[in-house]
Structures are given as structure tokens and as C-alpha cells.
């Protein structure tokens, strides 16, 4: 069974950074794309980044381009989401997901998905 677990919210002035961690057990993350979502209070889930496998391509949403940097080391069986310029609205639960092979703009394309962690940007 796939899992993924995130690491690495927290709370950071706008402004800072932060870097997140999806780690992956019980399956080769080289076959696999990895996605970053997040949810913020009263408002639907939105994809943030994903990095497949086949090519390595990366898709950022719009919002986080320029700030946001997705990274995957498939020998520790992680990929990382450093986010640099933090602004509050960047506030969220932040949530991995996998899928074999390639991104996918569809949420329902990603069939395991972590427990999220809590990323809290305020003064």
C-alpha cells in the first residue's frame, strides 16, 4: 500500500521560508509523480506543484511561481517544497499525493495522499 507522510509546517512571518517534506514508504518513488496540495480555512483544496517521473517536469500554480520550489531525491524517497516569501495567504493545510508516472491536474488522479501539515504565515 502507498503512503506518504508530510513534515515541516509550521508557523513563519511573512516574508520567511519554510520546507516541507513528503516522505514515501513501501514503494519506489521513482515511478511515481508527487504533488503538493493545500487547503485553506473555507476554501477547496488547490494544487500547488508536481514533479513527474517520466521527464522530471514541474507545474506550479500560478500563485506560488517564483517563491515556491518543488525538489525530489528519490534515494531518501523524498521530495521537498521549499517556499521562500511567505505571504499569509499562503496560509493552509499543505498535503502530498502520488500518482504513477506523470502530474495530473485532477485531484482524483492521486490515489495516496498524506495527513497534511499546517503552514501558519502571521506576524
Known amino acids: 500500500q502507498l503512503q506518504v507522510a508530510e513534515s515541516g509546517g509550521g508557523l513563519v512571518q511573512p516574508g520567511g521560508s519554510l520546507r516541507l517534506s513528503c516522505a514515501a514508504s513501501q514503494f519506489n518513488l521513482n515511478d511515481y509523480a508527487i504533488a503538493w496540495f493545500r487547503q485553506a480555512p473555507g476554501k477547496e483544496r488547490e494544487g500547488v506543484s508536481c514533479?513527474?517521473?517520466?521527464?522530471?517536469?514541474?507545474v506550479y500554480v500560478d500563485s506560488v511561481k517564483g517563491r515556491f520550489t518543488i525538489s525530489r531525491d528519490n534515494a531518501r524517497k523524498t521530495v521537498y517544497l521549499q517556499m521562500n516569501s511567505l505571504k499569509p495567504e499562503d496560509t493552509a493545510v499543505y498535503y502530498c499525493a502520488a500518482r504513477p508516472w506523470k502530474c495530473s491536474h485532477l485531484q482524483i488522479d492521486f490515489g495516496s495522499w498524506g495527513q497534511g501539515t499546517q503552514v501558519t504565515v502571521s506576524s
Open positions: 514533479v513527474s517521473t517520466t521527464d522530471g517536469s514541474i
